[in-house]
């Protein structure tokens, strides 16, 4: 069906009063943006109609009416005046009312209205008929003070930059939401035609999380839509856990990937639970049986809580086997997360096939054994008997390399977790949190590329012997006590492990 106007913009007039005299009111900037931003997506100019006459003591006409059945998609722009408003609900419900006949609300999984909230205002208030849209927040909340403050296109830099990337978010979907409902037929529109062989496009979980990854997670779900990939959750996460547990769950048996973050935060706790909507995703996530089905979970480098609840959850995410099952932990920062989401949703020919070929692994052409001895930069000189010894077995060992570039020197680490065949962790001068860290590492490597289990992996424990270093026990990898002069025989166990 053809529509005399694609986008109607739905508003209180007094959101477009501008606070100095002269200058353009926040709807008009809005409007003029995203016009400028669809004419770029779509390949032609949109038609946004939004009525700049009307005064709040105006009647509601038939003719309206009209004109809504007439529109392909509404943007409700939420402030506190416009959910007191007759006028602007009204607008809402019939819009709800017409597009029955033009069509139907829905488009596929998508709905023809897009909730923009320029004000923050809580949930429970929205209309009821924008309870389950998801919402554009053209707001931040500033941790210190907890006060929302609005977003806008003179903002400083950093809200600034915001404003622009949730207003790329908002036109995207509208020309999605435009190409589904026919009225981008024959235009080059932008949207990355990235599907699978089957010609569906591919699907990715991204879980809801806590309020202080919110601008990460926008990042990530941005660049997941940039490369033509469905994205869910696409609507709110109902607030009562059963239902939040039905609909994930739901969710996730359309999707291939789960991508989880987790911050410092603990997040809302719906009713009848005990645990966060973060906890309750990864939960459901975790009892996802399907074959192919993965997860990724990212956490920032150094993530600190004061809650005790988040603490006890990140120690989960480090020491559960359960939880660490089938899931890629990373903690670098978020381009890690982006390459690792690309590796594990865009095989490239050297990347493994179902026939169980190496993932991402790196092809060097010859038959060397290559063991990855880590240890700390203080260590470096203590290291070269263990390292003759193993050279004169017939092993290429490979040390870290401390000098350069920071980035440089993590992608050369991350770069040796891929293509060695075992890893020693010389534990000398680094402390207990070096060594869980360097383990931790080591657990993501599949994140990095890495796809074939390792050989073998041992703790070599040496000097300075600390209470620590006695009591060291663990499954995750051989402990070979070595703490006064070298002793090759010690090392035979790991060499066995190495030849098997």
């Given at each position: 069906m053809e529509f005399d106007s694609d986008v109607f913009v739905s508003y209180a007039h007094i959101d477009d009063q501008a606070l100095v005299e002269g200058q353009k009111g926040w709807i008009s900037n809005l409007h003029r943006a995203l016009e400028i931003r669809l004419a770029q997506l779509m390949g032609k100019q949109p038609k946004i109609w939004r009525d700049a006459k009307l005064q709040g003591n105006d009647v509601f006409s038939d003719k309206l009416i009209d004109r809504l059945s007439r529109v392909g998609l509404l943007v409700s722009v939420l402030s506190p005046r416009y959910v007191n408003s007759d006028w602007c609900t009204r607008e809402l419900r019939e819009f709800y009312r017409v597009s029955e006949g033009t069509g139907g609300l829905r488009l596929g999984d998508k709905i023809r209205v897009f909730k923009v909230v320029k004000t923050q205002i809580p949930?429970?208030?929205?209309?009821?008929?924008?309870?389950?849209?998801?919402?554009?927040?053209?707001?931040?909340?500033?941790?210190?003070?907890?006060?929302a403050r609005e977003l806008s296109q003179s903002s400083g830099p950093e809200d600034s930059r915001q404003y622009w990337a949730r207003l790329d978010d908002l036109a995207h979907d509208i020309t999605e939401a435009l190409t589904l409902l026919g009225q981008s037929n024959g235009t080059q529109a932008t949207i990355a035609a990235n599907v699978t062989s089957g010609g569906e496009?591919?699907?990715?979980?991204?879980?809801?999380?806590?309020?202080?990854?919110?601008?990460?997670?926008?990042?990530?779900?941005?660049?997941?839509?940039?490369?033509?990939?469905?994205?869910?959750?696409?609507?709110?996460?109902?607030?009562?856990?059963?239902?939040?547990?039905?609909?994930?769950?739901?969710?996730?048996?359309?999707?291939?990937l789960s991508v989880h973050l987790v911050g410092r935060n603990y997040g809302i706790v719906p009713?009848?639970?005990?645990?966060?909507?973060?906890?309750?995703?990864?939960?459901?996530?975790?009892?996802?049986?399907?074959?192919?089905?993965?997860?990724?979970?990212?956490?920032?480098p150094d993530l600190t809580t004061e809650d005790e609840r988040q603490q006890r959850f990140i120690e989960s995410l480090h020491n559960d086997p359960r939880i660490q099952e089938g899931a890629d932990i990373v903690e670098s920062p978020l381009e890690d997360l982006k390459t690792a989401i690309h590796k594990k949703l865009e095989p490239t020919e050297d990347e493994p096939t179902d026939d169980g070929d190496t993932l991402g692994e790196v092809d060097l052409g010859d038959e060397l054994i290559r063991i990855y001895l880590i240890c700390d930069q203080r260590d470096l000189d203590h290291t070269l008997l263990l390292e003759d010894?193993?050279?004169?077995?017939?092993?290429?060992?490979?040390?870290?390399?401390f000098d350069g570039d920071e980035a440089q020197v993590r992608k050369d680490h991350e770069e040796n977790l891929v293509i060695c065949d075992a890893v020693i962790f010389?534990?000398?001068?680094?402390?207990?949190?070096?060594?869980?860290?360097?383990?931790?590492?080591?657990?993501?490597?599949?994140?990095?590329?890495?796809?074939?289990?390792?050989?073998?992996?041992?703790?070599?424990?040496?000097?300075?012997?600390?209470?620590?270093k006695r009591r060291i026990r663990t499954r995750e990898a051989l402990v070979i006590p070595q703490q006064h002069d070298f002793e090759s025989s010690a090392l035979e166990p790991f060499l066995e492990q190495m030849r098997s």
């Open positions: 949930v429970e208030q929205h209309p009821g008929e924008l309870h389950d849209v998801l919402g554009y927040d053209f707001f931040v909340v500033d941790p210190e003070t907890g006060r496009q591919a699907t990715v979980y991204l879980a809801e999380t806590s309020f202080d990854l919110k601008n990460e997670r926008d990042a990530i779900k941005r660049e997941l839509q940039g490369h033509g990939y469905k994205v869910l959750p696409d609507r709110p996460l109902p607030l009562i856990a059963t239902e939040a547990g039905d609909l994930v769950k739901d969710d996730l048996e359309r999707c291939r009713e009848g639970s005990t645990e966060s909507l973060v906890v309750l995703q990864n939960e459901v996530a975790i009892a996802c049986n399907a074959t192919d089905f993965t997860r990724l979970i990212w956490m920032p010894y193993l050279y004169d077995q017939g092993y290429e060992v490979i040390v870290p390399v010389y534990y000398g001068a680094g402390n207990e949190l070096w060594l869980r860290r360097k383990l931790r590492e080591m657990q993501k490597s599949a994140a990095f590329g890495r796809s074939k289990p390792l050989r073998a992996k041992a703790i070599y424990v040496a000097l300075p012997e600390t209470a620590q």
